[in-house]
């Protein structure tokens, strides 16, 4: 939000949003408290029910993001943090379904976990500095219940994977942002500590617009 992807906060009001991924909703949540009129999706019905119980004056859809229910041009902004592209094995056939639905000179913004993470144990002590994979090992990572079907997938992409899917989707990459870790921030959570984070990127945010 400080940063402005979608552009200056006093030009939301008004602007039709989708997120896709939207979880619980944060992100529509914070855009109809700037005067947006946000449609959040996600797949997950549970997701879903969560923002439901959180409240919002805006609607909530069930729907997949690789066959969005809505009319071409449907919408002037789309963002997604986290959401739904890291978790689709062809995420182009995700951003040419929010192109679709994007107005002529509409903006994307999309994050996802930074390729670079993919190399490094999810740990955030000095262990956690030493790469452990490929960075180009795209096998997903999968986690299975007791019978053996798989209830985790997340897709690894390379930074010139995500690239190329953009351009290929008919985007025109504007930006792409690597946020440096904030000095007040002393947490740690995950693999995620200062000391990591003020070493490799965490984030990997992507500017796209429909021409």
């Known amino acids: 939000m400080e940063a402005e992807l979608l552009g200056p906060v006093e030009e939301l009001k008004g602007k039709d949003v989708l997120e896709i991924g939207a979880g619980a909703a944060q992100c529509a949540r914070w855009l109809a408290a700037q005067g947006a009129r946000p449609v959040a999706l996600d797949l997950s019905h549970r997701q879903l029910q969560h923002a439901l119980r959180i409240g919002g004056s805006f609607p909530l859809v069930c729907a997949d993001a690789g066959a969005l229910p809505f009319a071409d041009g449907s919408f002037d902004l789309a ?5 739904a592209l890291p978790f689709v094995a062809d995420p182009r056939l995700v951003l ?6 994007l ?13 670079i993470r993919w190399a490094f144990p999810d740990e955030p002590g000095p262990e956690g500095l030493s790469v452990s994979a490929s ?11 007791d019978q053996g079907h798989a209830v985790y997938v997340e897709h690894h992409r390379t930074l010139g994977d995500r690239v190329r899917d953009v351009v290929a989707a008919g985007f025109r990459l504007v930006d792409l942002v690597e946020p440096e870790w904030p000095a007040w921030n002393t947490s ?5 500590s200062p000391l990591r984070g003020n070493l490799i990127p965490g984030t990997a945010i992507f500017v796209c617009e429909r021409d």
């Open 103 to 115: 107005r002529p000179g509409g903006r994307f913004v999309f994050s996802v976990t930074h390729p």
């Open 79 to 83: 963002c997604s943090a986290y959401g």
């Open 188 to 192: 740690e959570w995950g693999g995620w």
């Open 96 to 101: 040419r379904e929010v192109r679709r639905t």
């Open 135 to 145: 960075y180009f090992d795209r096998t997903p990572y999968v986690e299975q219940d």
